[in-house]
């Protein structure tokens, strides 16, 4: 390993001699190593990612998006701390080595947060969260690359469910009956985004698309946000999924995603991710995306517990079980969470009125 890194950083154009290497702890997606070199007695750390060619199945088109964000993120904001990847002598942001493709950007100093967090670092995160999109708000989303076709295109989420559960390639149908029926009462309220957005009603914007709070860096004490990562699938989307995606990751206090005992909507970090995300984006907000935001989390758990079911009933392709029936396991977290939304819809809606501008 230590000679397939040397000759990414070559290719980078990047010197120095490779002191350490490891790899965190919390990747799922791509294969990432921290990598520190010294080079004329300082040393320097790297960050140099394998893109996982499965799930991205375009990693120039990746890239190009993410070189568009950072440079429009740049230009409005000089100051502020943004991922720099580096360039090949042709200017490329990958190359290729050991049959995988690379890329490398400069390690960050920082901290992040896992598991439920405070109200505290949910408002900042709602801050850091608003901020970015409020600053990509003016990027026109025709420039960019749609990296997951359909990623949160609810109406087809649905019709996959629908489908895996006609298929039933492996006779799990039978067992899911209640599930399916408890996701179908909630189908017409969670394809109300999509819908509207497909007629035309909610605008299609610059978003993230991953907004847990794990993909925002923290100064060292863990108080102030420094940067937004993970940019891999910023792509046009619904400001909307941004916001109810963060709810749907922050506000479940449940322990864990397999556990049934706590899916319920915590309203403390709801009340905190919204003021710090509505202070950010509150003035650029359309009158149909005000009156709709509270649907998000909502869509945004409904989505995600379909997307587990459909996984299960086609016997987990996309998401990697640890142990039998664990998709189902998911499907059922997030489906008690999403009727919990449901249920206190008028408290989520109160709450945003509260910090809209």
Known sequence: MHALLSSILSAFSIPG???TYDTPSDGNINKTYR?????????RRYVVQGINQYVFPRPDHVMENIRLVTAHLRKKEPER???????????????????EVWRVCDLIPSVTHSGRPSPMAAEQAGTAFGHF???LSDLDPKGLHEIIPGFHDTVSRYQALHHAAAADPLGRAAEVQEELQRLLALEEVACTLTRLQQQGALPLRVTHNDTKISNILFDPTGEHPVAVIDLDTVMPGLLAHDYGDAIRSAANQS??????????????????????????????????ERETLYLAPI????????RFLSDYLMGDPYFRPRYPGHNLQ???????????LFARRAEIAAIIRKYLP
């Open 330 to 340: 998911r499907a059922r977290m997030q489906m008690r969470l999403a009727e919990d």
């Open 17 to 19: 001699e490779i002191l």
């Open 299 to 306: 869509v945004m758990t409904a989505e995600t517990a379909v």
């Open 255 to 288: 322990a864990a995603e397999d556990d049934l005992r706590g899916a319920r909507m915590d309203e403390r970090i709801l009340e905190a991710f919204t003021a710090g995300f509505l202070r950010e984006t509150g003035t650029v907000l359309s009158a149909m």
């Open 35 to 43: 990598v520190s070199l010294r080079h004329n007695g300082e040393v």
């Open 81 to 99: 701390t943004v991922l720099h990847f580096y360039e090949t002598a042709d200017g490329a942001l990958l190359t290729a080595a050991g049959g």
């Open 133 to 135: 999109g409020m600053l």
